[in-house]
């Protein structure tokens, strides 16, 4: 599991939103070249997420928000790897069946069908990879 301190911003039947907290030695680490956290500080506004969670929050309340081991790796090589992988094998065969022009169409068509899949197996997986609240 990897668990984050984040901050309650908003209370909305059935959920919350949370965002980051900053660390306030952001910047004078010494692995802030490799750091998401300096990173993402840099960028200029704090990342938000709505987290499904029940129960009594309040706005500024701090809680732990843990995410399941690989879940946010995974889903981005699914968003990203199966759309490409699928773009590549059609337009490869649309290139050996008839050339360019098939490559073309065939590569959008491959690219159409693999967000399709990403978003299904995403549906799918939907709760397995879901943030929580601890």
């Given at each position: 599991?990897?668990?984050?301190?984040v901050?309650?911003?908003?209370?909305?039947?059935?959920?919350?939103?949370?965002?980051?907290?900053q660390?306030?030695?952001?910047?004078?680490?010494?692995?802030?070249?490799?750091?998401?956290?300096?990173?993402?500080?840099?960028?200029?506004?704090?990342?938000?997420?709505?987290?499904?969670?029940?129960?009594?929050?309040?706005?500024?309340?701090?809680?732990?928000?843990?995410?399941?081991?690989?879940?946010?790796?995974?889903?981005?090589?699914?968003?990203?790897?199966?759309?490409?992988?699928?773009m590549?094998?059609?337009?490869?065969?649309?290139r050996?069946?008839?050339?360019?022009?098939?490559?073309?169409?065939?590569?959008?068509?491959?690219?159409?069908?693999?967000?399709?899949?990403?978003?299904?197996?995403?549906?799918?997986?939907?709760?397995?990879?879901?943030?929580?609240?601890?």
């Open positions: 599991m990897n668990q984050e301190w901050e309650v911003t908003a209370v909305e039947p059935g959920g919350v939103w949370v965002e980051g907290m660390r306030s030695a952001c910047g004078s680490c010494s692995a802030r070249a490799g750091c998401g956290q300096h990173t993402l500080s840099k960028l200029g506004r704090p990342l938000k997420l709505w987290v499904p969670a029940e129960g009594q929050w309040r706005i500024g309340q701090q809680v732990l928000l843990s995410m399941p081991a690989g879940s946010l790796a995974l889903s981005a090589l699914l968003l990203y790897g199966l759309p490409l992988l699928s590549m094998v059609l337009a490869v065969v649309g050996w069946l008839s050339g360019d022009g098939l490559a073309a169409v065939l590569g959008l068509m491959g690219l159409a069908v693999g967000f399709l899949l990403s978003h299904r197996v995403a549906m799918v997986n939907r709760e397995r990879w879901q943030p929580q609240i601890e």
